[in-house]
């Protein structure tokens, strides 16, 4: 078995990556998965043994057999193992199975009195413990966690970058926010950060896209969710891909030129901002259209002077106070408006 060394990411290759399917389901499909994963690329098998879901009807997990099946795993493959925790319970019974590498998953980070009972029970611990980012985009509820953990004497510890849950994106199941994340990955250089592309994606589609530019901005390892039959997986089947996808993907990466980072960074950033604004005028458009429907039942005029010229006035006050010149916010909005004005014409 793998001897962890005080740095633990040392301990694996650069990059190291975790696979296995987004819950175990029975014995023989997670056998199956493991041993289609390439060792050469692959050293932690993951499994969901609990599955924290919206809705009480849907798969919720195998439960603690599941950990019997991952033992199996580690003897016949090699592999070290990890799953996520969510109570103390589930940490007890991670301990008496001998799991290897445990994490802490969104909807639990998100709760300081969930983390605080986790790092409780696992106080001391040489286990390589990962923490996720929660669900909303706020980065001081990630570092309490950690220090939440620290504080309860475990030194092995990495985060996971999964993506946050944002009002709208068609592209993405949990916009990646790569700024957030890699602020928080210069906050804490020595701790070694993951990324999530199934999370981050909800589809196996855009999966490798996420890999290609996590490995651009450096990220230790990823996590990845894979199944020996994805359209049959009894959770998040959308976001699965087979096995032999892992070697197809980072063997595709490796033959690749690094492209300049800083570049990359900034570029990154406005790209995410962009798409964002693209949704975000959608929305706005599909408003001007409910709007004129009310006009027109209503009698109402398509255009009101007095409250564009206040609302223009509003607008223009907010963009000085974020250092944005008043031409500028003028020219965007007219636009915007014009464009509104256009939509509502046509209705009524």
Not at 41 to 66: D, H, L, S
Not at 97 to 122: C, H, K, M
Not at 163 to 192: M, Q, V
Not at 322 to 330: A, D, E, P, V
Request: hydrophobic share 40%.
């Amino acid at each position: 078995m793998k001897k962890i060394e005080p740095n633990w990411i040392n301990s694996f290759k650069k990059p190291l990556i975790i696979s296995g399917p987004c819950s175990a389901e029975n014995e023989n499909q997670i056998l199956e998965i493991a041993k289609r994963l390439d060792p050469n690329y692959v050293e932690i098998f993951r499994a969901g043994i609990w599955k924290p879901r919206t809705r009480p009807n849907n798969f919720e997990g195998i439960g603690e057999i599941g950990l019997k099946w991952l033992n199996k795993v580690k003897k016949k493959t090699g592999f070290l193992v990890a799953i996520e925790v969510a109570n103390k319970i589930h940490v007890e019974l991670a301990l008496k199975y001998d799991i290897d590498i445990i994490w802490i998953g969104a909807r639990s980070t998100v709760n300081p009195f969930t983390v605080q009972e986790i790092a409780e029970s696992l106080k001391d611990t040489n286990k390589i413990i990962l923490v996720k980012n929660p669900i909303n985009p706020d980065i001081d509820l990630w570092i309490g966690a950690l220090e939440r953990l620290m504080n309860k004497g475990i030194k092995n510890l990495g985060v996971i970058h999964r993506g946050f849950s944002i009002y709208k994106n068609l592209k993405y199941r949990n916009i990646p926010n790569w700024k957030l994340a890699l602020k928080f990955k210069k906050l804490y250089p020595n701790i070694p950060m993951l990324c999530d592309p199934s999370h981050i994606c909800g589809n196996r589609e855009g999966i490798f896209e996420v890999i290609k530019k996590a490995m651009n901005f450096n990220y230790e390892g990823f996590i990845i969710e894979t199944h020996c039959d994805p359209d049959k997986a009894l959770s998040d089947s959308y976001q699965q891909i087979l096995p032999e996808k892992i070697k197809y993907f980072f063997s595709k990466i490796f033959l690749k030129k690094k492209k300049n980072l800083k570049l990359e960074y900034k570029r990154e950033f406005i790209n995410e901002l962009d798409e964002n604004l693209i949704y975000l005028l959608s929305d706005r458009m599909i408003l001007s259209e409910k709007i004129a429907i009310i006009k027109k039942i209503n009698n109402f005029l398509v255009f009101q002077p007095k409250r564009w010229e206040s609302l223009i006035e509003k607008y223009i006050n907010l963009g000085n106070r974020l250092g944005l010149s008043k031409t500028f916010i003028k020219k965007i909005f007219n636009e915007i408006h014009k464009e509104s004005i256009n939509i509502q014409n046509k209705i009524i």
